[in-house]
């Protein structure tokens, strides 16, 4: 199948130029001002924006957390993001305790076989290593295409390790070059203000905030920079969220360190007053790190133009409020930790970011996809137009109008962070190597057509060559 699209935008991290793309089977093959060849199919683009598809390095489909399971499994999940113009994300495999890192990976396959919509590859969520799981065998991961290790410095008495397994696993990755990831937060401080707020009878989905105050993820990031130093280590903050996070890891990237830091859309826009929400509606608010002060909005839209933040993801983890939320109704600690957000990452950031001029469509399109895949070890396969880069294309109508709403979201969850949210710009049409997933707001290809990819280590490109496992 060969498809030629038509007098676009072309928009990379780096370019912004009108012509045309064509793509024989999987790949683009050829670029140029106006091509001159026959092709199965030809979109004209006119007037659209031709992006790279997104990267999503940040989700959680299918997880067993907060004593539920996230409600958007693989196929759920990723058709949302395809129809949100996401054609590849990076999913966390949480090793169960006791549990070796091989029967895990396994374990995650199986869950996503068949139901793949898009392209995915997975990081590994280290948890325990007394049992079950050991640095050895963590060292082999990168040779298998999962090059990145997560660490939750919170969450205490689930998935929280202690600095000692932090500092190790940093070791491992300074070794095999994987990047380390992690949950900055001090988990044990946390612990004693929720039991603390327990005991006085605090029990609404706010206190989830007030106790979890935003120095407890200033001084965890911190904490992660410097052993990073020390263990000589790659290292990348997730879900950044406040100011007294941002520093620190401004202060590394002055000075140059290996140290890099992602978003969420959800911080630009949710503060903490919607956890104040009566009737218990707080609780779809209820994530991790969880909504600050407005203040800190105005912090993040800066440090994403000044690339102290260099990746804005979703941390996407849904769950449903009418049955998963209400488990926590009468105490804010059992409210699982998560909310929903792969379906419309561009929406949100192409309306308020770009149409709002805080950043332009380059630097959009850098956040997106092309920095997560470059850290991901994804590019230049993914996160790029580029002769040789997988045809993963968002054919992007810039004045469409859309309303954000749950009621035709794709995901299972039951609400939408940024419901009745009109924006205008939305994705047309959507390629996944050369395949059309999305067209006329209906999924066209058949779940099962996306692979799972072997990434390359940081730093590293991931090579056209390099067949998918
Ligand atoms: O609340 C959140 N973010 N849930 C997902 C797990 C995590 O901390 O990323
Ligand atoms: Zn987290
Ligand atoms: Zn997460």
């Known amino acids: 199948m060969s498809v030629l699209i038509k007098g676009g935008r072309v928009i990379t991290a780096a370019d912004d130029y009108v012509g045309d793309i064509f793509v024989d089977g999987e790949r683009i093959s050829l670029i140029g001002d106006s091509l001159d060849v026959s092709a199965d199919r030809v979109i004209e683009a006119a007037g659209k924006y031709v ?12 997880m067993p957390f907060g004593g539920t399971v996230t409600i958007d499994d693989v196929e759920s999940g990723q058709t949302a993001a395809a129809f949100g113009g996401t054609t590849c994300h990076v999913d966390f495999i949480i090793q169960p305790k006791g549990q070796s890192f091989t029967a895990a990976f396994d374990d995650w396959r199986s869950k996503a076989n068949g139901k793949q919509v898009i392209d995915m590859g997975y990081h590994m969520a280290v948890t325990d290593l007394k049992e079950g799981g050991t640095l050895e065998e963590l060292a082999t991961l990168p040779d298998q295409g999962i090059t990145s290790y997560k660490l939750f410095m919170a969450y205490k008495g689930a998935i929280m390790v202690d600095d000692e397994t932090l500092f190790r696993v940093m ?3 300074a070794d095999t070059g994987a990047l380390v990831m992690v949950h900055a937060e001090h988990g044990d401080a946390i612990d004693v203000l929720v039991k603390q707020a327990l005991e006085r009878g605090e ?3 706010k206190y989830h905030a007030l106790t979890r105050p935003p120095e407890t993820e200033g001084e965890a990031t911190n904490r992660a920079i410097q052993l990073a130093r020390v263990a000589g280590c790659k290292l990348y903050v997730v879900h950044v969220s406040c100011r007294e996070s941002v520093e620190p890891i401004a202060i590394a990237r002055e000075k140059g360190w290996d140290v890099w830091g992602e978003t969420c859309t959800q911080y630009f826009f949710i503060d903490y007053d919607y956890l104040e929400r009566p009737n218990f509606e707080g609780a779809k608010y209820v994530y991790t ?3 600050r002060p407005k203040e800190n909005q105005d912090v993040l839209w800066t440090a994403v133009r000044n690339n102290i933040l260099s990746v804005i993801s979703t941390d996407h983890c849904a769950f449903l409020w009418d049955g998963q939320k209400t488990l926590g109704r009468d105490d804010f600690s059992k409210i699982p930790n998560g909310g929903p957000g792969l379906e ?9 970011g770009v149409r709002h001029r805080r950043i332009s469509l380059n630097r959009m399109v850098e956040l997106l996809s092309t920095n997560p895949a470059k850290y991901f070890g994804l590019y230049p396969r993914k996160g790029t137009i580029a002769v040789g880069s997988d045809a993963d294309i968002v054919i992007f109508d810039p004045d469409k109008l859309h309303v954000i709403t749950a009621a035709t979201q794709h995901s299972k969850t039951d609400y939408n962070l940024f419901e009745g949210t009109e ?3 939305s994705p047309e049409l959507v390629l996944l190597r050369g395949q059309v997933l999305v067209e006329n707001d209906e999924l066209v290809a ?3 057509v996306g692979q799972f990819v072997q990434r390359a280590r940081f730093g590293e490109e991931l090579k056209p060559e390099r067949v998918p496992a």
């Open 446 to 448: 058949k779940p099962g």
């Open 51 to 62: 992006l790279p598809g997104l990267v999503d390095p940040h989700t959680h489909l299918d």
């Open 289 to 291: 790190p969880p909504p």
């Open 203 to 205: 029990t609404e989905p």
């Open 344 to 352: 419309n990452r561009l929406h949100m950031i192409h309306e308020f």
């Open 171 to 173: 070791q491992v990755a």
């Open 423 to 425: 924006v205008t710009g």
